[in-house]
């Protein structure tokens, strides 16, 4: 795909057709520095190159989508946003999603700016979604949204997030009595009302929270749910976190997957133990 070219179909639905054939999984490239070297590449751009196009090749096509984080690739500068540009512009152009992880939230004009750098075709760094931050407000991601959605694009705005630290603000209780969690949630459901298979704008819930309380089902919009393998959650953990959304949850596996590289037939038997566990997991109450 040519960085310009605008795709012609909406993301919840791309990624819901994504879904549905090559089941649910999203692999992030997290090329930090441990990884680099258990893989014997060195920790400099040259190694984050080798790193993205290994784990690009071995994936594309075979999972619904690949989550690479901005931070590992901004540490090395310009040379690893260079690096990062080609990383999306490979997989996009393989026919892959890309789900770029980069927690950007800010006001106005600078929240339009980010929207120009992630959601316009014309950028080098255009993904079909990125991950955002509503905590100036979920009104402050508006410019964010509208982007996404006149570009057939998509956003991911965090919610419950696995880190302890997250509870503090994310569980905090409004006056209405709905967590600020619950009330982001319910805000993006109405953006995303009667939009067929799926809408665009999606929420990040840690596949590790356990058992919270918070309505999911109304959403209509894709979960994206961290923190499964090495970060300590299970498939199985899926169904008491997710309950009767199910069918939404896109789980996303990193390092567990990845420390089965460099060997691009052992990452692909990863990423597929990966999917098979999940699609297991979510099809138990499907």
Not at 13 to 27: E, H, K, S
Not at 75 to 91: P, Y
Not at 261 to 283: M, N
Request: proline letters at 5%; aromatic letters at 4%; a negative charge.
């Amino acid at each position: 795909m040519h960085r310009a070219e605008r795709v012609t179909d909406a993301f919840g639905a791309r990624l819901r057709a994504a879904m549905d054939t090559l089941g649910p999984l999203c692999v992030g490239i997290d090329p930090h520095p441990s990884l680099l070297a258990s893989w014997g590449l060195s920790d400099d751009v040259k190694g984050l190159e080798a790193f993205g196009r290994t784990v690009g090749e071995a994936l594309a096509g075979r999972v619904a989508a690949i989550k690479p984080q901005s931070a590992f690739f901004e540490r090395f500068g310009s040379r690893g946003i260079a690096v990062l540009e080609s990383v999306i512009r490979q997989l996009r152009g393989s026919g892959s999603l890309v789900i770029l992880d980069v927690k950007r939230g800010d006001i106005g004009s600078t929240a339009a700016a980010y929207a120009d750098a992630y959601l316009d075709p014309a950028s080098p760094l255009c993904a079909d979604a990125v991950t955002v931050s509503p905590y100036l407000g979920f009104g402050s991601l508006r410019p964010i949204v509208d982007k996404a959605r006149a570009n057939g694009l998509g956003a991911f705005v965090l919610a419950l997030t696995s880190n302890p630290e997250g509870a503090a603000v994310q569980r905090a209780v409004a006056a209405d009595g709905r967590t600020v969690a619950q009330t982001i949630i319910d805000e993006i459901s109405q953006v995303n009302a009667g939009v067929s298979p799926m809408g665009d704008i999606g929420v990040v819930v840690g596949a590790t929270v356990g058992p919270t309380g918070h309505r999911l089902i109304d959403l209509n919009g894709p979960i994206l749910a961290p923190g499964l393998g090495a970060q300590g959650g299970k498939a199985e953990d899926l169904r008491a976190v997710f309950g009767n959304a199910l069918d939404l949850v896109l789980p996303s596996w990193s390092r567990e997957v990845l420390s089965a590289g460099p060997d691009q037939a052992a990452l692909r038997a990863a990423a597929d133990r990966a999917r098979d566990s999940c699609a297991s997991a979510i099809a138990v109450t499907a």
